[in-house]
């Protein structure tokens, strides 16, 4: 079992950048394919990024290809989501989540984190 944490979110204007983190405990991330989900106020939860287990595989939304990039720094067991060239649209509560298996793009994960709040002003 793996207990994610989120921080990093904030207020920041169109444009802008932030990088948001998930420090994992209880189990190593190498163990999981990692993801980074987003939920806007009314709509469903997407999968943004994520990244297979062996960290050989990663998967983006097509909004953000070019914006965003996910990695992961096994020594502090995070993974992080750099955010760059921000626009309103992407103003969301954004999540980690991870799972077994390779699979990426699915919102089948096993565990969540609670979330970090980003808003993006225009």
């Known amino acids: 079992q793996v207990q994610l944490v989120e921080s990093g979110g904030g207020l920041v204007q169109a444009g802008g950048s932030l990088r948001l983190s998930c420090a994992a405990s209880?189990?190593?991330?190498?163990?999981?394919?990692m993801g980074w989900f987003r939920q806007a106020p009314g709509k469903e939860r997407e999968i943004v990024s994520g990244?297979?287990?062996?960290?050989?595989?990663?998967y983006y939304k097509d909004s953000v290809k070019g914006r965003f990039t996910i990695s992961t720094d096994n020594a502090k067991n995070t993974v992080y989501l750099q955010m760059n060239s921000l626009k309103p649209e992407d103003t969301a509560v954004y999540y980690c989540a991870a799972r077994s298996g390779t699979y990426i793009a699915t919102t089948d994960y096993t565990y969540w984190g609670q979330g970090t709040q980003v808003t993006v002003s225009s």
């Open positions: 990244i297979s287990w062996s960290g050989d595989g990663t």
């Open positions: 209880g189990r190593t991330i190498n163990h999981y394919t």
